[in-house]
């Protein structure tokens, strides 16, 4: 008989085999798996190669066409030099053979003057009939000869103005721009100003989660720059998934300019021209290019789907305005939406924020190293969440992880000089001042461009504007640090530059590097000796410039020009000594980094004082901020003290007790 140890030694074994076989087993899969992952990337290598042969090709394709436009421009003024050559050639022999015929009759009155008698018997008045003849002769070619306009070379607008997105786009979901369509809809109940305009992108396809991380939209209206607010809760994909609602406030009449984007490529009947009449009015005027055909549509349905979606016809879209400024990538609708970070809380609240999510350490003596920081300025966070961060004083730029782990170091076109200020830009790309220039780069941290710098003296702050202009402080002392740290070159005022003495704001096109405007602050700087304008924030249409000089804040509404000035020099509430970094949350509310008093402060959006931050640990000379709009996190960097750079999350809304 077998015992009850060998029966359990037997279901023991039993089981140890079944383990070792479900062990096994797994083990064969991932093998499979890592063979397959190993296929997948092969294919993604091939992938990269065969687009990459493809855009170059392209590419080859646009040069050649490129060279051979260049090459007729370079041949027609070839023939033009030639025929007004040709034509100076013979004018010039049409004066030689006047010269010629003149110089006979030159010589005999030269000898008949000199002989009394051969002067006496000379016919002077047939000379004189000859001569008028001749020279009567010579002024009737030169009447004749017609002068050459000057012919200068234009170059065509639609290429000085060329986009990335005008070369071609990666197809990074389903379907294409041309699969979905632009259309109007609207209650006759609601018809004019003081209403809601309603908008609809319908496609036959679906708007899949792909297709929503790559289309955006904006509004604006025609003569503004200003971009319109939509109505968020009203903004939301149909439930069948084939339309996407976008509504918008009508204040008051005009031409409103709908544009939606996939990939950066305008979909069928974008920008849409949206006519708002006046008040006496009952309906909406619709304006599309003669070449498209604006199809009669119906509201689209929330609820249930679209029984018969507009076709989309194949059209030739109409010529694309500049980039427009992106509002926001559409969403799907959601019952609970997370409320935005509200600074105030953090000092009504009475808390200590203590919750430190990422801590880079600052560089000394003995500790040092391309994951520690020394003195660090500027920053700014990727759309990938990795954080670039300005080393200053070591004249590096460096890349960290979302978890504070060192990522890389930025490359840049021109050696770094001291660099500070940065910026994340709406097209991922990030920009970095230095004392020599301004560089773009792409998320990854490859250099792509510099700024034109002809009219830039020394500027401080970078900022995106609503227009998606980018927009820095330019200072002109008289002087300007250029070809490297230490060297001092004059300083001569550009043709349309900022006057020396003076302090202006610049504003760049971001894609071509070119100023666009110049804004001057003189009205708005009290005293020019003590000023020092150096940080830059955007909110909603305004600017926030932080003088560290004057210990103030200035708000400079774009629209009305109109400037508020908050704050004095001191240490109490509403005071500064040396403001740096400026964050602005959902509510409009400041955080403002006071680096002498070593602390962070509280301002509401008019410029009143609410609190002073506990921060564990506290700011140490506090320069830069930067705030994660998706987390609420804020990102602290500290000129002083053991931590140069301090993440701590505040939560959405209410901050972590």
Not at 192 to 204: D, F, H, I, K, Q
Not at 393 to 408: H, L, N, P
Not at 540 to 567: E, F, H, P, R, S
Request: aromatic share 6%.
């Amino acid at each position: 008989f077998t015992s009850t140890r060998d029966i359990n030694s037997i279901k023991c074994k039993m089981q140890l085999h079944e383990v070792v076989t479900k062990m096994q087993a797994r083990l064969l899969l991932n093998d499979q798996l890592i063979k397959q992952l190993e296929k997948e990337r092969e294919d993604v290598m091939s992938w990269q190669s065969e687009e990459q042969r493809k855009i170059e090709k392209h590419f080859q394709d646009v040069l050649k066409r490129l060279e051979t436009a260049r090459n007729s421009v370079l041949s027609q003024v070839e023939k033009e030099a030639k025929k007004r050559q040709d034509a100076l050639d013979l004018k010039e022999q049409r004066i030689n053979s006047a010269c010629l015929a003149l110089s006979p009759e030159l010589i005999t009155i030269q000898q008949v003057m000199m002989d009394k008698r051969k002067m006496a018997e000379y016919d002077v008045s047939g000379c004189w009939d000859r001569v008028k003849t001749l020279l009567a002769g010579q002024d009737e070619q030169e009447n004749d000869d017609k002068k050459f306009l000057p012919a200068p070379f234009i170059p065509s607008p639609s290429l000085s103005k060329l986009k990335k997105v005008d070369f071609g786009f990666l197809q990074l979901a389903e379907f294409l721009p041309q699969d979905f369509l632009l259309i109007l809809t609207f209650s006759p109940s609601s018809p004019g100003p003081g209403s809601l305009a309603t908008c609809s992108v319908v496609t036959p396809m679906q708007f899949s989660s792909k297709v929503q991380a790559n289309i955006q939209f904006s509004i604006k209206q025609q003569g503004s720059k200003t971009t319109v607010p939509f109505c968020r809760e009203e903004c939301q994909v149909a439930e069948d998934g084939k339309s996407f609602q976008i509504v918008f406030p009508v204040s008051k009449p005009g031409v409103f300019l709908v544009t939606v984007l996939l990939y950066g490529q305008h979909v069928q009947h974008s920008p849409l021209s949206v006519h708002v009449l006046g008040t006496n009015t009952n309906k909406y005027g619709i304006s599309t290019p003669p070449s498209i055909s604006l199809p009669t549509a119906t509201p689209p349905s929330t609820t249930s789907p679209s029984p018969n979606p507009p076709k989309l016809v194949s059209s030739q879209l109409p010529s694309k305005p500049r980039q427009p400024n992106i509002v926001t990538h559409i969403r799907k609708n959601s019952p609970e939406q997370q409320p935005g970070t509200d600074f105030l809380l953090l000092v009504s609240a009475g808390c200590v924020v203590e919750d430190v999510t990422m801590k880079i350490p600052a560089a000394t003596e003995k500790k040092c190293g391309k994951s520690t920081l020394t003195m660090p300025i500027g920053m700014c966070i990727l759309h990938n969440k990795e954080v670039a961060v300005a080393s200053t004083f070591e004249d590096q730029v460096k890349i960290f992880s979302s978890t504070g782990k060192f990522v890389k170091q930025v490359k840049p076109g021109t050696p770094f000089n001291h660099p500070s200020d940065m910026l994340t830009l709406r097209s991922g790309e990030f920009v970095v001042r230095d004392d020599a220039s301004i560089q773009f780069f792409t998320a990854e941290g490859k250099y792509i461009r510099a700024l034109d710098t002809t009219h830039i003296n020394k500027c401080y702050g970078m900022t995106e504007d609503e227009s998606g202009l980018l927009v820095t402080i330019n200072e002109n002392k008289g002087t300007a640090w250029r070809r490297g740290k230490g060297k001092k070159e004059e300083m001569k005022v550009a043709d349309g530059g900022t006057a020396i003495g003076e302090t202006d704001l610049l504003f760049f096109d971001v894609e071509t590097g070119h100023l666009v405007k110049r804004m001057e602050m003189a009205d708005i700087i009290k005293d020019k000796q003590r000023s020092k304008c150096r940080f830059l924030t955007s909110w909603q249409g305004k600017l926030l410039i932080t003088d560290l000089g004057m210990d103030c804040v200035y708000t400079l509404d774009l629209a009305t020009k109109g400037v508020a000035v908050c704050g004095k020099t001191g240490s109490g509430p509403g005071c500064f000594s040396d403001p740096a970094g400026l964050v602005v949350d959902s509510k409009g509310n400041w955080l403002v980094a006071d680096s002498r008093n070593h602390r962070l402060c509280v301002y509401t959006g008019q410029g009143g004082w609410v609190g002073e931050v506990r921060l564990r640990p506290g700011a140490r000379r506090p320069s830069g901020l930067a705030m994660d709009k998706d987390t609420g996190d804020v990102y602290l960097l500290n000129l002083q003290g053991k931590w140069a750079l301090v993440r701590y999350s505040i939560g959405v809304g209410v901050p972590r007790m």
